[in-house]
């Protein structure tokens, strides 16, 4: 069974009012993903009025970027550890808008660590990606950008997690 990302929201200010629905697409079909990946906010959908199109970051130097945080409902007994959680394709999320200083928490496997993420060095977006990449450095021009404070656990199986504070998000 894949183990899918985690993501932890409660040190994220935004209100009722700011978290919004979406459906998450890649090239215009509707997909699979986990909690804890970013993506830019669309269009509302045809007919809609509160749910909006969610697609991987298309541009870091420019797209604000919105963290995907669903609660997670399971209906099979042999599925309920919250890395057995995803969303599911056509189906509604929830993204909340990260401003400056909010602390989130993700899992690793939402993270590109090409560098290996540590306290100290930073969260940034990548063109066409629905996950954040760890930096030594600022040096991209980014519009997000988090600094990594902790390395934790998530979950029952407490997988490889980051502690991250926003410093920007145009």
């Keep these: 069974m894949a183990v899918h990302g985690i993501a932890n929201t409660d040190l994220v200010k935004s209100s009722k009012l700011q978290v919004m629905s979406a459906h998450y697409q890649e090239s215009t079909v509707d997909t699979d993903v986990d909690n804890g990946r970013v993506v830019k906010l669309g269009s509302f ?16 130097t420019a797209d604000k970027v919105y963290l995907i945080r669903t609660p997670e409902v399971m209906y099979a007994l042999d599925q309920t550890g919250l890395e057995n959680f995803y969303n599911v394709a056509s189906t509604e999320i929830r993204v909340y ?15 590109d660590t090409t560098v290996t993420a540590a306290v100290g060095k930073y969260l940034i977006t990548v063109d066409g990606s629905n996950k954040l990449k760890v930096a030594s450095d600022l ?8 600094i990594i404070e902790e390395l934790t656990t998530l979950g029952y199986n407490k997988q490889n997690a980051v502690t991250a504070r926003v410093l920007q998000n145009a």
């Design 97 to 111: 808008p990260l401003g400056v200083d909010d602390i989130f928490e993700t899992t690793v496997n939402n993270i």
């Design 139 to 146: 040096t991209g021009n980014t519009h997000f950008a988090a």
């Design 45 to 60: 959908i045809s007919g809609e009025r509160e749910i909006r199109v969610a697609t991987p970051v298309v541009t870091a």
